[in-house]
């Protein structure tokens, strides 16, 4: 019991002295190496790194409802206050992930790379490879989103802003560790990212698609965030090819198969871990307080399972009318009433609480994402076999094929169209329409963002700003 107090305090010395990209917040009672002699240590690490991901202001709320509301998938039907900027897409009302939160998480996964091979650190091999795969996994997670919340996709920026987060591979421990930095360019972080994930890949185990291998960092996840860099990098080629790569070992074929039937796909939202989970967050009682459920929850904000949720969020009409009616992926929405809403309202049923208390678990990469990936890097060079990997999908959703002849940017919008549908309140469609360069489309009568509007990008905190003289604001703010 002694060790474990011993090891929680000097592991939040160690992964919470930056409290952004720079600030530390010292403690003199331990120093690291007593904690991370060992391989057990750096495992307590990677745990925190987990456990950081798990939080409202990240995975657990934050990414998977605002970039659905920032764009045409949700709207409110109850006022708390809550996403009514990002409803409205207000002036600084985005998407908040410059914060200790993320940059703790990177600052957990360079504590582990940067001491781990260390001779003296006692512990198996195989451990160690399994922890820095963890690592090199999770920090790429993180500055991916770092990216797309802050930053342009390479080849899409305005007016020539190319510039991303600070990039930091190296940990602060202490205060005499920091410095002020520059941010990069989104190049740099995603060359970063897609060294950081090629030696995940090298280091970390395949699993099975739904396994509980997927609530950890492993190579098929790794493969597939991959496939999604290169897809915002615009690098077809190479997305085709690691998406490819990864259903084909994963056992994803062409006609489908491998992906849930279309009769268990309502019910996949409701069981730990998701049938067609390659990563995904485990979350537990222990991870929040007794009325964290209630007021933080994903299940509380968007669905009406429970009496006493706060069901302030549901699928905006024009999300609803997308759904052709054999549609399976539909009946993830019960309709329902709200007081002082005037016609039918949509609950979600993908995130019901099943383990009790609001609580479940959140698939941050499904299978599914990978035929959606192949089919938008084919649809200008091979558009036969996009329109393949739509039907393939589709099949496993209760709907036919798509018009043969669908082709070029009408090939292109449908697929945006199938993400906008198999991904609702999964955190995708602000992002998928960004990364394209489109305008972001609303829903009701919220005017919709231009593409080359300030709002695109969400703005550093001012704090960080006055901190760092050397730290660019994005433009507009």
């Known amino acids: 019991m002694k060790a474990n107090v011993i090891l929680f305090s000097v592991i939040c010395t160690v992964s919470m002295v930056a409290c952004t990209d720079l600030e530390t917040t ?3 009672s331990l120093t690291p190496e007593v904690a991370l002699s060992d391989v057990a240590g ?7 790194m987990y456990s950081l991901a798990n939080t409202f202001t990240y995975y657990g709320q934050q990414m998977m409802i605002a970039p659905e509301i920032l764009a045409d998938n949700l709207r409110l039907v109850a006022n708390t206050g809550r996403y009514q900027g990002e409803e409205a897409n207000g002036d600084r009302d985005h998407i908040g992930l410059w914060n200790g939160i993320v940059y703790g998480g990177i600052n957990d996964a360079n504590i582990i790379l940067a001491g781990i091979d260390d001779e003296n650190v006692r512990g198996d091999q195989q451990e160690k490879d399994f922890i ?9 997670l993180f500055y991916f989103d770092l990216c797309r919340v802050y930053g342009y996709e390479p080849g899409r920026e305005v007016d020539g802003f190319n510039l991303g987060p600070i990039l930091r591979t190296t940990p602060t421990v202490a205060a005499s560790d920091a410095d002020f930095r520059e941010r990069a360019t989104v190049t740099q972080v995603y060359e970063q990212i897609e060294s950081d994930l090629l030696e995940a890949i090298s280091l970390l185990p395949l699993v099975p698609v739904g396994s509980e291998g997927a609530y950890f960092a492993n190579a098929g996840a790794a493969l597939t965030l991959l496939a999604r860099l290169y897809l915002y990098w615009g690098r077809m080629q190479d997305a085709e090819a690691a998406a490819t790569s990864v259903m084909n070992a994963l056992g994803l074929r062409t006609n489908g198969d491998g992906l849930s039937e279309a009769g268990q796909y309502v019910q996949g939202f409701s069981r730990a871990p998701h049938p067609e989970s390659l990563f995904e967050l485990e979350l537990r009682v222990v991870d929040w307080s007794s009325v964290d459920g209630v007021n933080n929850s994903l299940n509380s904000l968007v669905s009406n399972t429970d009496p ?4 302030i969020i549901a699928a905006s009409n024009e999300l609803m009318a997308a759904y052709e009616p054999e549609d399976v992926r539909r009946n993830c929405w ?12 949509f609950a979600s049923r993908k995130w019901t609480g099943y383990k009790g208390d609001f609580l479940e678990n959140i698939p941050v ?8 990936i192949r089919a938008e890097a084919r649809y200008q060079s091979n558009p036969a076999g996009a329109r393949a990997d739509i039907n393939a999908l589709r099949s496993k959703r209760g709907l036919g094929p798509v018009d043969n002849l669908l082709s070029g940017v009408a090939l292109r919008n449908r697929i945006l169209l199938e993400r906008r549908l198999e991904f609702a309140l999964e955190g995708h469609r602000f992002f998928d329409l960004k990364r394209n360069g489109l305008n972001i489309t609303k829903h009701a009568n919220f005017e919709e963002v231009p ?3 300030y709002r695109i ?3 550093i905190p001012l704090a960080q700003i006055q901190l760092n003289e050397r730290l660019v604001q994005n433009p507009g703010y």
Do not use: H, W
């Open 26 to 28: 010292p403690r003199q």
């Open 451 to 453: 593409y080359t509007d």
């Open 42 to 48: 750096y495992q307590a690490v990677a745990n925190s």
């Open 334 to 345: 019960a309709e329902t009433t709200r007081d002082g809403i005037e016609g039918p309202v």
């Open 457 to 459: 990008l969400s703005n």
């Open 365 to 372: 990469l499904r299978a599914a994402e990978l035929y959606l």
């Open 308 to 311: 006493n949720a706060q069901f």
């Open 132 to 140: 820095k795969g963890d690592a090199y996994f999770m920090r790429a």
